[in-house]
């Protein structure tokens, strides 16, 4: 099956949009923060259920916990 460029454009953006997320939950992981890390833990769990949720829960990790 050919994909038409356009559609493997979107496949290498959305790929490097998930490297990028998945290099933030490896730093965020090496925090001390035991709420970070534990929405860090369930992130991992719900990478399954769609990119979009994945991201959701992502942001609300982030503004729960402290990155600075």
Do not use: C, N
Request: hydrophobic share 40%.
């Amino acid at each position: 099956m050919r994909y038409s460029s356009e559609a493997l454009k979107e496949v290498k953006r959305l790929q490097r949009a998930l490297e990028a997320v998945s290099a933030d939950l490896d730093a965020i992981e090496q925090r001390p923060h035991f709420s970070l890390r534990r929405a860090a833990d369930s992130l991992a769990r719900e990478r399954s259920r769609g990119i979009e949720r994945f991201v959701d829960h992502f942001a609300v990790a982030v503004k729960q916990g402290t990155l600075g």
